[in-house]
């Protein structure tokens, strides 16, 4: 049954008269009543019966006037529903995310998306960041939030928030127990470092003439906080991951060499989910360099 042909039925209801119907849809009169004959002939049943001025129903068009409207009602619905899922508004949006990127990915950015966007659901991939570089490459995410370093050389990424590194600990030794952390401060201590900021940490150490005292590496930055609140250890993390755990004492170190960047990634030569795209524009919008007036 032709869509077009209903919208025409329902005007004519609605005007009484097929020249009128033919006005508002700026029509010509000869054209709408060849419509309606059409419309008659597909469902093999007499729809009006034609009066000088006026038309009347018939049963078969009194039943066709109560169904058409909901029909033409939820056709207007499917095709909002799939204008949305093009323009991104529905669907999901597949996200991958490290440990260490949850206050940058929830506060405040995916909660002002969530608000904007309400019939977008998502799926949170969690992995290290090769992991996250894996499941990019193998299209099982749209789009990952990591922190630096990573290779970027398949990937196009979005700069979100620098960090820098800090020492994090369930109590103050002695050799930390200033205002400011210096990197020469942590020689001979028993640091807990995520693998990645080893190379960063290692060569500001040795910038300093000393070799760090790795008590343990690990693929998981809340693993180093574990250890830290056990006392096994002083972390080495993000300084914003750190407040995941407040009973924590945690000190920036004060070196400019020594900070990581969250960064949303991408692949280079892959188009992405319409979803993802509507994602992407709103976290480069919030990030856009601000004017100054």
Not at 155 to 174: C, F, G, N, Q, S
Not at 263 to 275: D, E, F, G, S
Request: proline share 5%; glycine share 4%; aromatic share 6%.
């Amino acid at each position: 049954m032709d869509l077009r042909h209903l919208e025409y039925f329902v005007a004519v209801v609605q005007q009484g008269s097929i020249l009128k119907a033919a006005r508002k849809l700026n029509l010509s009169q000869p054209s709408l009543s060849v419509a309606m004959k059409q419309l008659e002939q597909e469902l093999q049943t007499v729809l009006f019966e034609r009066g000088a001025r006026h038309i009347r129903l018939t049963e078969t068009g009194k039943r066709l006037s109560e169904r058409a409207e909901s029909l033409l009602a939820m056709a207007e619905s499917v095709r909002r529903e799939i204008t949305d899922l093009s323009q991104g508004t529905h669907g999901v949006l597949r996200l991958g995310a490290i440990s260490s990127s949850a206050a940058s990915l929830l506060d405040p950015h995916l909660i002002r998306f969530s608000r904007l966007y309400p019939e977008i659901r998502y799926e949170i991939s969690e992995g290290n960041t090769f992991e996250q570089l894996e499941q990019l490459a193998a299209g099982q995410v749209d789009i990952a939030i990591v922190r630096t370093p990573f290779p970027d050389t398949d990937v196009e990424y979005l700069r979100l928030d620098r960090d820098t590194l800090a020492v994090v600990m369930k109590t103050v030794p002695a050799a930390l127990n200033v205002e400011s952390i210096s990197v020469s401060l942590l020689k001979d201590l028993p640091l807990v470092v995520y693998r990645r900021f080893e190379p960063l940490l290692r060569r500001q150490c040795e910038k300093e003439g000393f070799s760090p005292s790795l008590l343990c590496l690990n693929d998981d930055a809340r693993t180093c906080l574990q250890w830290a609140r056990a006392a096994l250890g002083i972390a080495i993390v993000p300084y914003s991951l750190a407040a995941m755990f407040p009973d924590l004492i945690r000190k920036p170190i004060a070196c400019p060499e020594l900070n990581t960047e969250t960064c949303l990634i991408w692949p280079k030569n892959r188009p992405l989910a319409q979803t993802a795209e509507r994602f992407l524009h709103f976290m480069e919008q919030q990030h856009a360099p601000k004017e100054l007036h």
